[in-house]
């Protein structure tokens, strides 16, 4: 079964604190890997996609990166604007293609 | 750039009764989603469209829900009877092609079933 799991469910960072979220996927015909962010309230907003293993992308404090089974999210000096659930997501390549997020890690940061 | 619209943004509803959410995505968009975000899960998809057709249902409980987009523009998704388990937000998201996994998301109608 095609299956994304994130961890930590909730991490609680002081600003300028810097960690990583993690991303494990078992999927078969995987064609990218996607970051969301999710403020409370609204929908999903997309940050990255990453296609192949080794690949990272960028942006502000966040980068992401990706293995042949998992992907990161780094987040480094963070500020309390980063808050907010981040979301993994697979995309399926067999049969009609589609999205299959993981649970979300939710990111406070304490000013 | 006008974003996906979503309406309504709230519904309270008992067990039984009937409810209907609309979405009209970004103009252009050929490709529509209905996703389902259950309190502290990620969004699981419920149906997806190119134009007017049906591309995946295959996670959709079709004894109680329907969904039609039927000139290939807004979508109305509907749920009747209602369960206390429909409790969840209803996210309608758009995407320029089925062959993207960015899409663009509407801010969601939250249901609470009592």
């Known amino acids: 079964e095609d299956q994304v799991t994130q961890s930590p469910e909730a991490l609680r960072l002081q600003e300028g604190e810097s960690s990583s979220l993690n991303c494990s996927y078992t999927v078969s015909g995987l064609r990218g890997l996607f970051w969301y962010r999710q403020d409370p309230g609204k929908g999903p907003e997309f940050l990255f996609t990453l296609y192949s293993a080794g690949e990272e992308k960028e942006k502000e404090r966040l980068k992401a990166t990706l293995t042949k089974k998992e992907s990161f999210l780094h987040i480094t000096a963070p500020k309390p604007e980063d808050s907010a659930t981040y979301l993994c997501a697979g995309h399926l390549l067999q049969g009609a293609q589609k999205l299959v997020f993981g649970q979300g890690t939710r990111l406070t940061i304490n000013p | 750039e006008a974003g996906v619209a979503q309406s309504p943004r709230y519904k309270i509803i008992e067990k039984r009764q009937s409810v209907a959410f609309w979405c009209n995505p970004i103009?252009?968009?050929?490709?529509l989603y209905w996703y389902q975000q259950i309190l502290g899960q990620g969004p699981k998809l419920l149906i997806q469209f190119q134009n007017n057709g049906v591309v995946d249902d295959s996670q959709l409980p079709k004894d109680r829900f329907s969904a039609e987009r039927l000139k290939g523009v807004d979508s109305t998704l509907k749920i009747q009877p209602a369960k206390l388990e429909d409790s969840a937000v209803y996210l309608c998201?758009?995407?320029?092609?089925?062959?993207?996994?960015?899409?663009?998301f509407g801010e969601g109608s939250r249901l609470t079933v009592l």
């Open positions: 998201a758009s995407s320029s092609t089925p062959y993207t996994g960015e899409l663009f």
């Open positions: 103009s252009g968009h050929a490709t």
